[in-house]
């Protein structure tokens, strides 16, 4: 029997199989496109190193990885530097490194000198020429091969994707141990719950002030599971907060968690204690802040625990996942269209995210994402004054309020070395804005708030709206609930002016995001509409109305399609080629409204990408391109029927 065919044995632990032997096609490509190489007389780095890096691909696709090219770092003290590759996991902790050099390099010597003088790091990286890799693991090297050979080539790669530091085995440990506890410890408080609304009469008062306050802030049809649903969301996840953002006074700061955490207090006065319960599960949160805390980078830390926060809700809230449409936004597109609204701001208006006066607003901020990067855009002398008065933000779910929270304050504190709570943060639902009515929004602060933005003039809106059309059953208790107004407005517009005969689709939160996002600019007499969106706008019957109104209402509409409509092509595959992971189509749309022009939009541009790029090169053409200014558009001439797409484009 070959020795590939067993599994092979590193420091005394089995690993598993890249199913890779010396006949195999990706080890043999890997030669002879080294050999092309020579053959042609180039050896210098930036090409050689490409053949490498298909096999680091393929490792990262078996292993359930990412592979990351000129992956950054944080350095201590020192700015941060980048290495040829990065591999990370789903939850985006990096793995393993990648370093790769020619032939005429000194390895051991180019090695030591990355790695003592540079800061890189040392806990699982292979340093590469086209004969030879060197291995770090736990700081010390521990492999020497010379990969000229297919047998030692296969080696290196095992031992450099096998290879688990001691937290991260404590961390797939809990996660498997645990993952199905996480959602059993929701149910059974859930039972507690309702059992303490039964024989617990402060609680009882507790918890319905509490549900009013919620349906007034939220949904006016939210029902008490519901409701239970968000204490419970709140005791699963304080201590996350408490000791991963070591931020202890979270609960006691925030308007929100200082509410909620009374009515806990009233449900732990009788029997309940919340130290007792969580004790079975204490080793998985152990885990999780031992993992958290080898993450030095904050934006590794937060893509992190993103991923704790989206499994959380895949593991016993799946309902209010899929109504709401909880998708994050890949950092690419966020840093995309923060840069392209930087860039129309100047051109357009002679202003700058940085300027007084220029009110930025994401309604739907999820985790904190898009105004975390704009305040890296602002500029330093500026934040204090944008931070305290010109930042807005609306969240319409616990979690991610509670997030978006501490990620904002957080990213102030980095900037400037001064903690200040975020005032500009509500939550509300966005759609309710545009009712009339005058409620209290679970706080006076939270109202205060929300009726503040409510008069505040909006320059720029951004973000990334809920893309669920609605629930298939209308038994459904959880379906996309109904807005007078905001449904008013769609139909009076959008669907007033379509011709189709099936407008269904215009029921779509991201319809009602671009329909309101237009009205607040409309207020203002200009700005800057910049969504990532459901793409379905862009061709669909019945969409015209829409079409239409946004000629009318704009007068740049910049459009760049991102494909990935598996419902449309399914030669598709809505995780390797959609940039969410999602079944339909997305794009990111950049709408521009100035005082005294024309009503007909002055300029209608669109631009798309290969149908089958992967979500990685979809992800690094727009790091690439930056911003909108380097992307070639083709210029669009809607006809009489307001159709966008003509053969040709």
């Known amino acids: 029997m070959d020795f590939f065919d067993e599994p092979l044995h590193f420091y005394g632990k089995i690993m598993p199989m890249l199913e890779l032997k010396p006949s195999s096609k990706q080890i043999g490509e890997y030669y002879a496109t080294l050999a092309e190489f020579n053959r042609l007389g180039v050896s210098h780095e930036m090409a050689v190193r490409s053949a490498f890096q298909r096999l680091l691909e393929f490792g990262c696709k078996k292993a359930g990885w990412t592979f990351i090219p000129e992956f950054k770092y944080k350095r201590p003290k020192r700015n941060p530097a980048s290495v040829d590759g990065g591999m990370v996991d789903t939850f985006s902790i990096p793995r393993a490194w990648w370093e790769a050099k020619d032939t005429k390099d000194d390895l051991l010597k180019e090695a030591r000198k990355k790695i003592n003088d540079d800061g ?185 625990l993103n991923t704790v926060y989206e499994k959380f809700f895949q593991g016993f809230a799946v309902k209010v996942a899929d109504t709401h449409g909880i998708v994050y936004t890949p950092q690419p597109i966020v840093s995309f269209i923060v840069r392209s609204v930087e860039e129309i701001l100047k051109k357009e208006f002679g202003k700058s995210l940085s300027d007084k006066g220029v009110h930025i607003l994401d309604p739907f901020v999820g985790t904190g994402n898009f105004i975390v990067r704009v305040m890296r855009e602002i500029k330093k002398t500026a934040l204090k004054h944008k931070f305290q008065h010109e930042l807005h933000c609306n969240e319409v779910l616990l979690l991610p309020y509670y997030v978006a929270a501490m990620n904002i304050e957080h990213e102030y504190y980095e900037h400037t070395g001064e903690y200040l709570p975020f005032d500009g943060i509500c939550l509300v639902d966005t759609f309710e804005l545009a009712e009339e009515k005058q409620t209290q929004l679970f706080t006076a602060q939270n109202t205060d708030r929300v009726n503040q933005l409510k008069k505040t003039p909006l320059f720029v809106i951004l973000g990334n709206p809920p893309y669920n059309a609605g629930q298939v059953n209308e038994n459904d208790n959880n379906k996309n609930r109904k807005y007078e107004t905001m449904d008013k407005r769609v139909k009076e517009t959008y669907s007033k002016d379509s011709k189709a005969t099936l407008r269904a689709q215009l029921g779509d939160p991201y319809v009602k995001a671009i329909r309101w996002a237009s009205d607040k600019i409309r207020e203002n007499g200009e700005g800057v509409v910049a969504f990532v969106t459901n793409n379905s706008f862009i061709d669909a019957i019945a969409f015209d109305g829409m079409r239409k109104h946004l000629e009318q209402d704009f007068d740049q509409v910049y459009i760049l399609d991102l494909g990935g409509n598996v419902r449309k092509n399914p030669k598709l595959s809505g995780t390797t080629h959609n940039v969410f992971g999602i079944q339909v189509g997305v794009s990111i749309n950049l709408f521009v409204k100035k005082k005294k022009q024309p009503a007909k939009a002055k300029g209608l541009f669109y631009a798309r990408m290969d149908e089958f790029w992967r979500k990685e090169q979809k992800l690094a053409f727009l790091d690439t391109s930056e911003s909108y200014s380097k992307i070639k558009w083709e210029e669009v001439k809607p006809d009489a029927k307001h159709n966008w797409l003509m053969e040709g484009l």
């Open 120 to 304: 890189y790091p040392d806990d699982n990286i292979i340093f590469q020429s086209p004969t030879q890799a060197l291995v770090y693991q736990d700081g010390r090297k521990v492999l020497d091969e010379d990969i000229s050979k297919p047998a030692a080539l296969i080696y290196t790669l095992q031992a450099l994707f096998d290879y688990r530091a001691e937290t991260q085995q404590d961390w797939e440990r809990a996660v498997e141990d645990f993952k199905p506890k996480i959602p059993d410890a929701a149910r059974a408080l859930v039972t507690i719950i309702e059992e303490e609304r039964l024989k617990n009469q402060r609680f009882v008062t507790a918890f319905n002030g509490f549900a009013t306050l919620c349906r007034a802030a939220v949904n006016p049809n939210l029902a008490d599971l519901a409701v239970e649903e968000m204490l419970v969301q709140h005791l699963l996840t304080e201590r996350i907060f408490r000791k991963v953002f070591h931020n202890s006074e979270f609960a006691e700061r925030n308007v929100i968690a200082h509410e909620i955490e009374q009515v806990i207090m009233a449900l732990t006065s009788r029997k309940f204690s919340r130290e007792e319960f969580f004790k079975p599960l204490d080793r998985f949160y152990i885990a999780l802040e031992r993992r958290a805390d080898t993450l030095d980078d904050y934006d590794q830390k937060q893509t992190f």
